[in-house]
């Protein structure tokens, strides 16, 4: 499976941005997530979704905000981010699992198979 991100860019506090992830492979079949990595810290769970898109979950520090989604007929992910402050600054990766429901280990790393190359996300204040 190969990801490729994309829509970072530079957004004032309080705007929004839409990432999308693009991935090769029968996608249905894969639980999607995002992850960031501000500089300097180390990478954290921001949210995934099941392969029928029907689960999902996200942290505490974007509910209410962000809203991921995903196309199985554009072999998409989506990561729309509404009220963008300046600490969701930083690179975005979209990570896939072989299996395809989520789950409570959903949030770490090692639960992914597969990851993008990432897209910054830069907020200013």
């Known amino acids: 499976v190969q990801l490729q991100a994309s829509g970072g860019g530079l957004v004032q506090a309080g705007g929004s941005l839409r990432l999308s992830c693009a991935a090769s492979g029968t996608f249905s079949r894969y639980a999607m997530g995002w992850f960031r990595q501000a500089p300097g810290k180390e990478r954290e769970f921001v949210t995934a979704?099941?392969?029928?898109?029907?689960?999902?979950n996200y942290a505490d520090s974007v509910k209410g905000r962000f809203t991921i989604s995903r196309d199985n007929a554009k072999n998409t992910v989506y990561l729309q981010m509404n009220s963008l402050k300046p600490e969701d600054t930083a690179v975005y990766y979209c990570?896939?699992?072989?299996?395809?429901?989520?789950?409570?280990?959903?949030?770490?790393?090692?639960?992914?198979?597969?990851w993008g190359q990432g897209t910054l996300v830069t907020v200013s204040s």
């Open positions: 979704i099941s392969g029928t898109g029907g689960s999902t």
């Open positions: 990570a896939a699992a072989k299996l395809y429901y989520i789950h409570t280990e959903s949030h770490r790393t090692t639960w992914y198979d597969y």
